[in-house]
């Protein structure tokens, strides 16, 4: 079992800057791939961002490419993502989610253990 927390949300204005964490359990975190995804009211979950539990391999959605980064740090059982330049469509919570994979992985169907999200709101 992995149990995932998701912190770091908030109000920005638009142009702005946030860097989510998201802290696991388990001594086996370097054998998870690792994904963000997002959630806005009425919509369905999307994918954002993810990678491979060495973190040597990443994908992004055509949205945030170039604006938001995933990392992660396994010493620390962390995966992180820097959002910078958010736009008001930014707006969604934001969830972490984790599967037991080598690959970098992009479905939502795909992963195991998801955390309880975190709000982000960008103004405009």
């Known amino acids: 079992q992995v149990q995932l927390v998701e912190s770091g949300g908030g109000l920005v204005q638009a142009g702005g800057s946030l860097r989510l964490s998201c802290a696991a359990s388990g001594r086996t975190f370097s054998s998870y791939s690792m994904g963000w995804f997002r959630q806005a009211p009425g919509k369905e979950r999307e994918f954002v961002a993810a990678?491979?539990?060495?973190?040597?391999?990443?994908a992004y959605a055509g949205s945030v490419k170039g604006r938001f980064t995933i990392s992660r740090d396994n010493a620390k059982n962390t995966v992180y993502l820097q959002m910078n330049s958010l736009k008001p469509e930014d707006t969604a919570a934001y969830y972490c989610a984790a599967v037991r994979s080598l690959l970098v992985v992009v479905t939502t169907t795909s992963y195991d253990y998801w955390g309880q999200g975190t709000q982000v709101t960008v103004s405009s």
């Open positions: 990678l491979s539990g060495s973190g040597s391999r990443t």
